[in-house]
């Protein structure tokens, strides 16, 4: 288990690295492309295998995190959301399914802060709203 704050720069990495893949419209992955990434950032060879495991499970499961973010998010088309928020959610629903054992709750205030530095104005509360509402619900769990 990583210390705190490597907890920390993981979800913020996971969140750039998903952002990448956001604009690009690209959900391969490519293990050159995070090669590069980790490099460039100056990453914590420890910190590696749990990022891949997250980013792996949201690459694979892209499709069905979607369709959940889409039902809690209600008025919103998967769309028209901000590619950043969209990718604070996916690094952190894929971190929910990887860590069962994670506290929630702090992956969540993580995922708000990460939307208060990067996103827009208010999205810290869009993105809180839709992961509170998910953290209790077993259709997250159905993806494992």
Partial sequence: MLESS????????????????????????????FHTFWTQDQIKPECLPHMRNILL???????????????????????????????????????????KDANKNIIINDAVNIAKEFSAQHSYSFVNGILDALKLESKIQDLA
């Fill in 6 to 33: 490597l907890q920390q720069r993981v979800r913020r990495l996971n969140v750039q690295f998903l952002y990448q893949m956001e604009i690009n419209e690209t959900w391969i992955w490519d293990e050159n492309l």
């Fill in 57 to 99: 499970k949201v690459i694979v499961n892209n499709s069905s995190i979607e369709s959940l973010i889409q039902e809690y998010s209600k008025h919103w088309k998967i769309f028209r959301m901000n590619k950043v928020d969209l990718a604070i959610l996916k690094a952190c629903i894929g971190e929910m399914l990887v860590r």
